[in-house]
């Protein structure tokens, strides 16, 4: 594919990931564990573009998945910006021909975006003593307690459902390895 048509219709490939994100990935759950299709394509884009263009599909993914998702306005977007940039990091160094590349910048964009989705909920909802991710209701024993706050509501959605998205996730990106590999290196 060339990469020029691709950088054009990453948008729109963004807002359909992000709508088939918000609607038919339920049909695809393990175990409580849906695909970030909308991450896996902004992955995609930062070794293949760069962080720069990266965090700019970052937004737009974002502000799509949290329009049809529901969720805070912006959270998937500041979440998906820093994904990006921590997987853009290596663009210019790393060849992503390399199958451990694109295996361990989706797991580690995984893993930072799922740290970031869970930290701005945990700062947005913290007070209620309440929060709901994907399904699973955490009640926090002494929500004045920012310690407790954060033994009884991250560490347990990290272990609960960001470390199992992580394998899939990165399972997923091992499938995409051949499309990735059909987008040409720049020439410098």
Known sequence: MNRTLLSYLMPLLLII???????????????????????????????????RAAIVWAFIGGIALDLFSG????????????????????????????????????????????ATYVAILAALEGLTGWLTLQGIALDLVQPDLPVSLWATLFWPTMQIVVLPAVFYNTALSVALIPLLNQVPELEY
Request: glycine share 12%; aromatic share 4%; no cysteine.
């Open 71 to 114: 969720g805070p306005l912006g959270s998937s977007s500041l979440a998906l910006i820093a994904a990006a940039l921590v997987v853009g990091v290596g663009h210019h160094t790393l060849s992503r021909f390399n199958v451990l590349v694109p295996v361990t910048a989706t797991a580690l964009g995984t893993l930072v975006y799922g």
């Open 17 to 51: 990931a992000s709508l088939l994100q918000s609607t038919a990935a339920n049909r695809v759950e393990i175990r409580g564990v849906k695909p970030d299709l909308v991450l896996l394509l902004v992955v995609a884009g930062a070794l293949i573009y760069g962080s």
